[in-house]
């Protein structure tokens, strides 16, 4: 299961109000595809960081490719 990350938006994910999120290099998704949510960021910029914590799983419903400098 593909892993994807969430740094600022922990709270959200794990109460469920997370519902769209909007990430370049994600093209190949297709509705059904699941997810494993993790808290954190893979690029741990220091070894004292904490190992992502999975907070849920993901299954996706709905895919749009759109330009990411749409979103203003």
Do not use: C, H, N, Y
């Amino acid at each position: 299961m593909r892993q994807m990350a969430f740094t600022l938006t922990v709270d959200a994910v794990k109460q469920r109000r997370k519902t769209v999120t909007r990430r370049d290099g994600w093209e190949d998704l297709k509705p059904g595809d699941r997810l494993a949510a993790m808290s954190g960021s893979f690029r741990r910029k220091k070894k004292s960081a904490p190992d992502p914590v999975q907070l849920a799983v993901i299954e996706v419903v709905d895919v749009r490719v759109e330009p990411l400098d749409r979103m203003l």
